[in-house]
């Protein structure tokens, strides 16, 4: 409402303005006019007080603008009324001058603030606008004025400064009007009434110099639309935002500014090459001009390339370096890898460190990404701090830091160089969330002269990857060998792509006896991989490269459903019992698939399997890193009856706590623990506790990796509920399952249980 008022009245005010400029013209009468800039001048006074109060704008503006009113309105009133005394002329002429420092200065700060231009640059450009129009100036008024007057000279000299400054100031208008993205009205505003002052200036001094006759009139009336002007700049609402920073057009004004430029050059030297000088003064005023004219545009110039090249700089060294940590990145890594290479015969072997810290995914995923930066940023702080002058650290990627070791002699400079490294995160790293403790893993190479340093960079890569694979927080030196293991694995990775199409994977099943009756209760389906070659691959081998390079969704959809069709055909025979369950391995990968629980819920009814006779094996890794997917789904799966077992209980790090947010109906004792059963008390006691507590929780337990009677023996004693293992049958083709079924049923070992059972 107070705004649209405010819109309407400085609209209200222009018009008025325009209005009484244009009675200025018709009257022509030097007292009315002198009153209608009185009462121009009244109404500035009133605005302003209203617009301190309502309209609010930024307050060093305000006051700018009050400065510039008093001044220049003191300064008309007195040269109107002062005689022709030189000494009260100085009173006026300073204070016009005043009035266009104030006005520059105080737009340059508005461009700044609000299109963010360099000031420097503007007021350069306007520079050489003022020094081209000086030349105008010179010989539209200047020189006219000094030959009609007898004013002294220093009168008129300042008044041709201050007709050059206010060209500053329509340049650096023009600059804000035209490298703004939305004008607002006030910006319009004070346009017209800096446009206004101008011109009134100019039509001022035409008079002086006997050029226009009717000049004062028509001064007078732009002074009015100025003033007016100004009045609805600092009513209209927009003013508040004038100094606001705008967001910045993506095309400069740049062509309108070269042509202003280019305009004040030529123009000055068509008009001198056109007129002749009037007199020596004359002359000697044109060459000094053009030699100010020239030095304007060399000092731009300079300025000009002397931005471009710290421009330059600034931006080479953004490309090389890290933009979280402030260390160099890979390019300059490799850049100080190779100079150190190059100088190496004289300097000593140069070695690099490929520091990785260790599940750095956990951090980012349960602290969330800003946390995992500031990590970073601390680890890049500890390096920098316990690395010695002669080695440059830098960010290679992610979470992985390259130390260059240019001087390294021998070889266990670059692996003590290590060890401090491993041992400087031993203390916790300080984050705003908290204390962090980090662990790192290490590879170092070391050159041989003749490896470039992408090469060292990938060879202390894979001598990481092997400190990783050996436990982590440790430190691993490359050797050829590495490289081999590594391109196997590549073999790998890539024939395991096909190796679902080219049906190279199949399925052999494990029988689970319960122990309560001696019978096959279930069994545990294990896949086997035949190369084309012949070779087979071991799952322990190929699954964790199938879960890294996702091959094990496929895969184990496939399993799945091959795992149940082959159920649901031995119970169709009737090789086994109705009710019994198949368990398929799943590995953490499928369960964070949002797809798992409808694609095992499809498997089921495509198999024609009841839910509950399906048993999802998982690992404890499951449930420490990211759970909160993997519980949904298994919750959605046990809701519907399938159930879930933890494999190879005991050797992870699962919690009691986990357990019991995870749906879980079994727990599978790893085979290490097994094997102990009968010779080792350690282990002997761990599983009667597993067993014990599986039973207070109301979980089944299946022994894994039964090889000898005696451990069967010490099972069945103990209460566990279940046994797998080679004593009582190899993993076999589905077609042979019927056999292991029968070969169980008549298992010697398996007597007393039968007996017991009454069976
Ligand atoms: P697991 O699930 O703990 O499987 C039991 C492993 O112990 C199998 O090895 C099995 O052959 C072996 N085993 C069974 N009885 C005995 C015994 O008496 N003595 C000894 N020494 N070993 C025995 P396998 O088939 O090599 O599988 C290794 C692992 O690979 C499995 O451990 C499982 O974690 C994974 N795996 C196998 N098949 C699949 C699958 O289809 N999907 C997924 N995700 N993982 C699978
Ligand atoms: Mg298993
Ligand atoms: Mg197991």
């Not at 007080?49 to 008093?70: C, E, F, K, M, Y």
């Not at 446009?195 to 009139?217: K, Q």
């Not at 190796?499 to 006896?513: M, S, T």
Request: aromatic share 6%; charged share 20%; proline share 5%.
């Amino acid at each position: 409402m107070a705004s649209s008022v405010g819109a309407r009245a400085s609209l209200g005010l222009l018009l008025l303005g325009f209005g009484l400029a244009a009675a200025t013209v018709a009257a022509s009468d030097g007292r009315i006019s002198g009153w209608i800039y009185l009462g121009s001048t009244l109404q500035l006074a009133v605005a302003l007080a209203v617009s301190w109060r309502v309209a609010r704008p930024d307050r060093r503006i305000w006051a700018g603008l009050l400065v510039v009113v008093v001044l220049s309105v003191t300064g008309q009133v007195l040269d109107r009324s002062v005689g022709e005394a030189a000494a009260t002329q100085a009173a006026p002429a300073g204070m016009f001058l005043l009035v266009q420092l104030v006005l520059a200065s105080g737009l340059l700060f508005i461009s700044w603030r609000r299109l963010g231009s360099d000031p420097v640059s503007v007021l350069a450009d306007g520079v050489i606008v003022a020094a081209g129009s000086w030349f105008l100036i010179w010989w539209w008024v200047l020189q006219p004025t000094i030959a009609r007057s007898d004013d002294p000279w220093w009168v008129t000299a300042t008044a041709g400064v201050t007709l050059s400054v206010s060209s500053i100031v329509l340049f650096t208008l023009a600059t804000i009007l035209f490298g703004d993205t939305d004008r607002s009205p006030a910006v319009w505003f004070v346009a017209v009434a800096i446009a206004g002052a101008a011109s009134g200036d100019v039509l001022w001094a035409s008079g002086d110099a006997g050029r226009i006759a009717a000049a004062p009139t028509w001064a007078t009336a732009s002074y009015v639309v100025s003033l007016f002007a100004a009045s609805a700049a600092f009513v209209h609402p927009s003013i508040r935002t004038l100094v606001e920073r705008r967001p910045a057009l993506r095309r400069r004004p740049i062509a309108g500014r070269l042509v202003v430029t280019t305009l004040a050059l030529a123009v000055p030297v068509v008009a001198l090459s056109l007129t002749d000088p009037v007199s020596d003064t004359d002359r000697w005023i044109r060459t000094a001009s053009v030699v100010a004219l020239a030095a304007a545009v060399t000092a731009r110039v300079g300025f000009t390339v002397r931005v471009n090249a710290r421009m330059q700089r600034e931006l080479e060294r953004q490309a090389r370096t890290d933009a979280l940590t402030g260390l160099p990145n890979r390019a300059l890594v490799a850049e100080q890898l190779t100079a150190a290479i190059v100088s190496s015969p004289s300097s000593g072997t140069p070695s690099v460190l490929f520091i990785d810290i260790d599940r750095f995914k956990n951090i980012n995923d349960s602290l969330g990404h800003q946390a995992g930066d500031d990590v970073l940023v601390a680890v890049a702080d500890r390096l920098r701090r316990v690395l010695p002058p002669s080695c440059s650290v830098g960010r290679i990627s992610g979470d992985e830091f390259a130390v260059v070791n240019a001087g390294g002699r021998a070889t266990d400079g670059a692996t003590a160089l290590a060890e401090r490294v491993v041992a400087c995160f031993h203390e916790p790293l300080a984050v705003r969330q908290g204390d962090v403790f980090v662990t790192a893993s290490i590879g170092v190479a070391f050159s041989d002269g003749t490896s470039s340093a992408e090469d060292l960079l990938r060879q202390a890569d894979t001598a990481m990857y092997r400190a990783k694979q050996s436990g982590r927080n440790c430190i691993a030196v490359f050797d050829a060998s590495m490289l081999e293991r590594a391109s196997a694995r590549l073999a790998i990775e890539t024939a395991l792509h096909r190796a679902l199409e080219r049906r190279e994977v199949r399925l052999v099943h494990q029988p689970i006896v319960d122990l309560a009756d001696g019978g096959v209760s279930g069994f545990e389906a294990l896949m086997r991989w035949e190369r084309e070659d012949g070779t087979s691959v071991s799952p322990a081998e190929f699954i964790p490269i199938a879960e890294e390079t996702g091959t094990i969704l496929p895969l184990g959809s496939w399993a799945l459903l091959e795992a149940l069709v082959h159920l649901r055909e031995w119970i169709d025979q009737g090789a086994c019992r109705p009710g019994a369950t198949m368990s398929v391995n799943v590995s953490p990968r499928q369960l964070h698939d949002p797809a798992f629980a409808a694609s095992v819920e499809e498997a089921l009814r495509r198999a024609g399997v009841a839910p509950t006779q399906l048993w999802i094996e998982v690992t404890e890794g499951v449930m420490l890193a990211e759970p909160e997917p993997a519980v949904a789904a298994l919750r959605r799966l046990a809701h519907a009856g399938v159930r879930v077992a933890v494999d190879d209980f005991g050797t992870g790090y699962s919690s009691l706590s986990l357990l019991r947010r995870f749906p879980v109906h079994r727990l599978k004792i790893d085979r290490s623990f097994v094997s102990g059963l009968t010779s080792d008390a350690n282990a002997s006691t761990l599983v009667r506790t597993i067993v014990a507590m599986s039973h207070s929780l109301e979980l089944d337990t299946v022994a894994e990796g039964v090889e000898t009677a005696e451990q069967l023996g010490a099972l069945c004693a103990m209460g566990c509920s279940g046994a797998q293992g080679y004593l009582l049958s190899h993993p076999v083709p589905p077609r042979s399952v019927p056999a292991a079924i029968a070969a169980i049923a008549g298992h010697p070992d398996l007597e007393p249980v039968r007996r017991t059972s009454g069976g």
